[in-house]
Every structure is written in C-alpha cells, then in structure tokens.
C-alpha cells in the first residue's frame, strides 16, 4: 500500500547545528503537509507543498519539494531549543480522503 | 476555547472494559479523524468520517468502533479493551476537499491494564 518513509528516526543535534529530516515515496506524492509535535503535545500543521520543486520558507525553517515529487525535506537552520519536537510529514492518500503520515523524526537539542 | 477538544485527557481502564473516547469541535468541519499514536509508528488512521452518515474505516480499525452523533462530535469505542490498545489517541478535523490541514486535538491517553 501507499507508504510515506521518514528519516533519520531520531536525530540530536547541539544548539545552532543544522538538521534536516528526508520524507520519501516510492510511489508519486500528492500534497505534502508538514507537522510538527511539541513533547507531550499534539501535532500542529506547517505547511503544505504541492507543486514539483516548489520551496517554501518559513523564518528558520526550508521545505522542499522534490522534482519528481518523490521526496521533500524540511530543514532547520541554527537550531534553537524551541525545535524539539518530532515533525512528521503526511501525503494525501490516492482518493484523497485522508492522509498518510510518516512515522517521523524526533529532534532533541542541548545547549 | 480549543478549538477540538478531547474528553478524557487520561484514562486507565481494565482488560475487557467498554470504552469511549469523545471528540467536540468548533471549526464546523464536516470531516473528521481518529488516529492513534505508539512511539516509532507515527500516526495511524483507525477511522474517518465525512459526515454524520459517512463513515470510513481506517488502516487500524479492528477493535474500534466510532460513531458521528453530530457534525461536531466524534466518538471512538473500544468495545473490550485489551493491553495492545495502550495508546495515545487523537481527534482530528478537516475542512473538504484535497489538502486542507487537519487540526488535532489534545489527545487522550489511554492505558489499558
């Protein structure tokens, strides 16, 4: 069935470093979503992506849109504390009536 | 006020207890989302409903149940519970269409003994 893979799983990362997290599919995305889940919270929408090598911005953070629109990236430049947090990327299922999320990547960062 | 509200927040029940997890909201989305959440699986779908008289199964369904009393509210029943549904539950919202955002609410979790 219809799968969005995530990667890495977990990632720690010192205060300022770069991180990225990789969502790939073998088969073509939709609409990629990116959320994000505070620790012992719920998740919270970031944005959608859904044209082939689109890029959006959002102060820190960078998503990508692969162009074949296979995969996307989000990544966040000089980490703050405040990233912590698993984001997890979602694909419309192909009837479009819900989504597939990946299992997504927990950031840690220490200061 | 939150937008999708859970009810309970926290529940431990016992093996073979009927449960029931409710969900309200205010956006006045017709579409709505049942998910559970283990760590290192993700987010996964058990049903979904469009309307009150459109109801979907999800990717993990067995030993669910949900019902749509209102297109504000959207309760997921756990008939008998058992230990492998020790979870992190959440409700989500959706307005129609392809590609709108879900809005989730707080979670409830729920550990079965």
């Known amino acids: 069935g219809q799968q969005v893979m995530q990667i890495p799983q977990y990632q720690h990362v010192q205060e300022g470093e770069d991180f990225t997290t990789y969502c790939n599919s073998s088969t073509t995305l939709s609409n990629i979503q990116w959320y994000k889940q505070r620790p012992g919270g719920h998740p919270v929408f970031l944005i959608q992506l859904v044209k082939s090598g689109e890029v959006k911005k959002q102060k820190r953070l960078t998503f990508q849109f692969g162009e074949a629109k296979k995969n996307s990236s989000l990544h966040i430049t000089a980490t703050q504390t405040t990233d912590v947090g698993t984001y997890f990327c979602?694909?419309?299922?192909?009837?479009?009536?819900?989504?597939?999320f990946g299992k997504g990547t927990t950031l840690s960062v220490s200061s | 006020d939150a937008d999708v509200t859970q009810t309970p927040r926290n529940r431990i029940t016992k093996t073979g207890k009927r449960i029931m997890l409710e969900c309200s909201q205010t956006k006045g989305h017709d579409r709505m989302y049942w998910y559970r959440q283990d760590p290192g699986l993700g987010l996964r779908l058990i049903y979904y409903s469009f309307d009150v008289k459109d109801i979907n199964k999800g990717e993990i369904s067995d030993g669910y149940s949900v019902s749509r009393q209102a297109q504000a509210k959207f309760s997921l029943s756990l008939e008998s519970a058992i230990p492998n549904q020790t979870a992190l539950y959440f409700c989500a919202t959706s307005d129609t269409g392809r590609g709108y955002e879900q809005y989730f609410g707080p979670g409830t979790r729920l550990t079965v003994t």
């Open positions: 979602a694909d419309d299922n192909q009837a479009g009536t819900a989504l597939i």
